[in-house]
């Protein structure tokens, strides 16, 4: 059982590109999470999701994009990367009866 | 705004030693709490939880305590091991629970032989 797990693990881009980070869950949890994880800002929620097809914003949307045609999982895109996206983004689910989130391993990207 | 926040940045300990780590929390209607341990290159890993209800919980080797007079809940850790260095955050939910949690920044610990 895998778990949550995330694809790529390493990602090179260049400003402008489009870029997509994949996340999969196999605990079929109705809510999901991305967050990204940077220095001096610790964990922060970029968007969320409580079901298929229901998604919102969270503290840091702006540039990013979400959907959840399925409830295992959860892409995040990157429409158009910029620099102050690299960062370490990590995905994370939740069965919605006791709130605890579980992570999956991240991602790390760079925008050069 | 309403935050939570860590106490101490980096913590140093003797292998063998018990080891307490403290956060702070501001919002007065938080209602759930959560450890969560992150080793160097790895995701958060859910260490321990604990409810508004209760002022203390323990688990294996670690124990959460909850002081809602002061907004203070401490992270435990008995006889600690160099395996246990890594950063650990506490995160705590609002009162309402829209399932989203807000995170302190971390503090480091390490293990020394």
């Known amino acids: 059982d895998a778990g949550i797990t995330q694809s790529p693990r390493y990602k090179i881009t260049e400003t402008g590109r489009q870029v997509t980070l994949m996340c999969h869950q196999t605990w079929s949890h109705s809510y999901m999470f991305w967050y990204r994880q940077d220095l001096g800002h610790g964990l922060r929620l970029i968007y969320y999701s409580a079901a298929a097809d229901i998604t919102d914003k969270g503290e840091v949307p702006d540039g990013y994009v979400v959907s959840r045609s399925k409830t295992e999982n959860f892409p995040l895109t990157l429409e158009s990367a910029t620099r102050s996206q690299t960062s370490v983004y990590f995905c994370?689910?939740?069965?919605?009866?006791?709130?605890?989130?579980?992570f999956g391993p991240g991602t790390r990207l760079t925008v050069l | 705004g309403e935050s939570v926040g860590l106490h101490l940045p980096t913590l140093s300990v003797q292998e063998g030693d018990n080891s307490i780590i403290n956060c702070a929390y501001s919002n007065s209607a938080s209602d759930y709490f959560i450890w969560y341990k992150q080793e160097s290159g790895k995701g958060p890993q859910f260490i321990i939880d604990?409810?508004?209800?209760?002022d203390k919980r323990q688990g294996q080797r670690v124990t959460v305590l909850l002081n809602k007079t002061v907004k203070h809940l401490s992270l435990q850790i008995a006889a600690t091991q160099p395996g246990d260095s890594a950063v650990y955050f506490c995160a705590e939910t609002g009162g309402g629970s829209n399932y989203k949690l807000t995170f302190g920044k971390g503090t480091l610990l390490t293990v020394n032989p």
């Open positions: 604990i409810r508004s209800n209760m």
């Open positions: 994370a689910s939740d069965g919605g009866s006791s709130d605890t989130q579980y």
